[in-house]
């Protein structure tokens, strides 16, 4: 977590290209996470619209961004 910490931190930094680059990694690290919560979800039988309405987001923005890919379930560690 102190990764995100330090890249909010960096991301409010007066310097442009230190400002700019953290935004990019955050941006990325968002991606991702996001991902993995709706894989998350679709294991557990979640439907478009419920995923849609917890991301505040349209039913068909997030179909077109995440239907399609095949879905990472987690790995089940003895």
């Known amino acids: 977590m ?3 910490v330090d890249l909010a931190a960096a991301a409010s930094s007066t310097d ?3 400002g700019l680059r953290a935004v990019l990694a955050l ?3 968002l ?3 996001e991902t993995v919560q ?3 979800a679709r294991a557990q039988g979640w439907s478009w619209q419920d995923i849609a309405a917890a991301l505040e ?3 068909q923005a ?6 399609g890919r095949p ?3 987690p790995s089940q560690e003895a």
């Open 31 to 33: 991606e991702s996470l």
């Open 71 to 73: 879905v990472v379930r």
């Open 62 to 67: 997030v179909h077109k961004k995440h239907a």
């Open 57 to 59: 987001v349209s039913r």
């Open 2 to 4: 102190s990764q995100a």
């Open 27 to 29: 941006r990325r690290l």
């Open 38 to 40: 709706v894989d998350n």
């Open 16 to 18: 442009p290209k230190v």
